[in-house]
């Protein structure tokens, strides 16, 4: 008789905070849900909990909508502001234009116009040259400016340049949205709270992130600063992000928003990224591609030492031919991970520039 199998213990990596598990609060948040029944669809007082606490957090007026994808949380709240003869300006690094399979295109029917960045962030003066065709029925209409928070490259917008281009898009007749997929790691980087980096920023649609902060399959589509959108529950059910057990994706964000957790989880995640970008400065053939700002550290390596170190703990590399890699840190990174990747990567790339 052969004996059980065991699976052996999933080693923390940095190739995503997606891969990190939930925090034990958001657990002990869904095992206190689980208990009887009741409506379904988000009627009932997990969700009512959850909405208010956004709402606490972004302002009495915040209109809240749960889903349980990233993606869809981008396209949804994309959807129902724009019209498939609009545009959407957007970095050429944006997630929306990179890494979410034309779903923004094929959903909103809209076109994105992406832009060159400096560390991947928008500026107001890159707008006007994009708006010299309004009204012309031959030509899409810009509508939105997208940004992502922190963005792709692992840079963050700060208020006032946030707040710089909602001016510029609102002076255009265009919203502002805001994919925030790590938002709370920007806010815990710059030490503010959600609010001055949504809505008192200007920002008109945002894309609320929880599953990289410690949640599982939850996100939140919010409008701000009065941007209407009556018929998002259509737009969410046709688009099949309607959870049926709603109370479950609500519970985690009413954990996520009690006793500053999502604060407390993006701030350790941004300090084991700063850890572990000062661990690898100064070892050979390694070099940081800009400064670390939230929970990704963006390195260019030696070409031969990145496989050795994937096998010892898997990441990304961001750009194949610069040999640009990233690392991403979690709310469960601890400082032995952080210290025990950094010894393999001083060790590989030693050995690999002792070879030459």
Known sequence: MQPPTTNPAPVRAFASDN???????????????????????????????????IREHLGPDADVHFVFGG??????????????YHAVICAQTAHIAVDECGAPERFTGCKLLTLPTKEGKLVPEQLPPLLHHGGD???????????????????????AELRALADAAHAHGLLLHVDGARLANAAAALDVPLR????????????????????????????????????????????????SKMRFVAAQFDALLADDLWKRSAAHANRMAQRLGRAVEGIPGVRLARPVEANGVFVFLPRAAIAPLQQ????????????????????????????????????????????R
């Open 312 to 355: 010892r703990s898997f990441f990304y590399v961001w750009d194949e031919e610069t040999c640009e890699c990233r690392w991403m840190t979690s709310f469960d990174t601890t400082e032995g991970d952080v210290d025990r990747f950094a010894a393999s990567v001083r060790e590989v790339c030693s050995a690999k520039a002792m070879a």
């Open 19 to 53: 891969n990190a598990g939930v925090h034990p609060e958001v657990l002990a948040a869904l095992t206190a849900a689980n208990v009887g029944h009741v409506r379904a669809y988000g009627d009932d007082p997990w969700t009512a909990r959850a909405v208010a606490r």
């Open 71 to 84: 993606t869809a949380a981008n396209v949804l709240g994309l959807q129902c502001v724009t019209q498939p």
């Open 196 to 243: 001055a980096i949504t809505t008192d920023a200007g920002v008109d649609v945002l894309s609320f992130g929880g599953t990289k902060n410690g949640l599982m399959g939850a996100e939140a589509v919010v409008f701000l600063n009065g941007t209407k959108a009556p018929d998002f529950k259509f737009v969410r059910k046709s688009g099949m992000q309607l959870a």
């Open 137 to 159: 029925q031959h030509h899409s209409q810009p509508r939105v400016v997208s940004v992502s928070q922190s963005t792709e490259l692992g840079t963050v917008y700060k208020p």
